[in-house]
């Protein structure tokens, strides 16, 4: 399945953006969270996370890396699970996704590891 996940953290923000290209994914999990709050303790992630390890995510479709959250380690930990479980995941604003032609990208870890220790500094 090729799905997307959307947070948005507080009530004046909105998901629309990041809900512009809904039609081109089997499934989106939608959720009004603080990404401090890591994925395995909210309600839609915490789904993800499950159909992730039962096989039926193969592509996760992000607008951003701190959509996941904003602690680095726990973002980390959260795209180790899909490399774990052979999870492509795909970053729309960096253009980047975690495998090339079914090969793990090298630059992927390199990059997201950067970005996710500045969500964490932004969110400080």
């Not at 039609?23 to 939608?30: G, L, R, S």
């Not at 904003?70 to 795209?79: F, T, Y």
Request: glycine letters at 8%; proline letters at 0%; hydrophobic letters at 35%.
């Amino acid at each position: 399945m090729r799905v997307k996940y959307v947070r948005f953290s507080s009530v004046g923000q909105s998901a629309e953006r990041q809900l512009l290209d809904k039609a081109d994914y089997d499934k989106i999990y939608t959720e009004q969270v603080s990404g401090s709050i890591s994925m395995d303790k909210r309600d839609v992630g915490s789904t993800l996370l499950n159909d992730i390890k039962s096989g039926k995510v193969k592509e996760l479709h992000l607008e951003a890396l701190d959509r996941i959250g904003r602690d680095a380690l726990d973002v980390i930990k959260s795209l180790r699970l899909c490399e774990e479980y052979g999870v492509n995941v795909v970053i729309s604003n960096l253009g980047i996704q975690s495998k090339v032609d079914g090969k793990r990208n090298e630059m992927f870890n390199l990059v997201t590891g950067i970005v996710a220790s500045l969500a964490e500094n932004e969110r400080r």
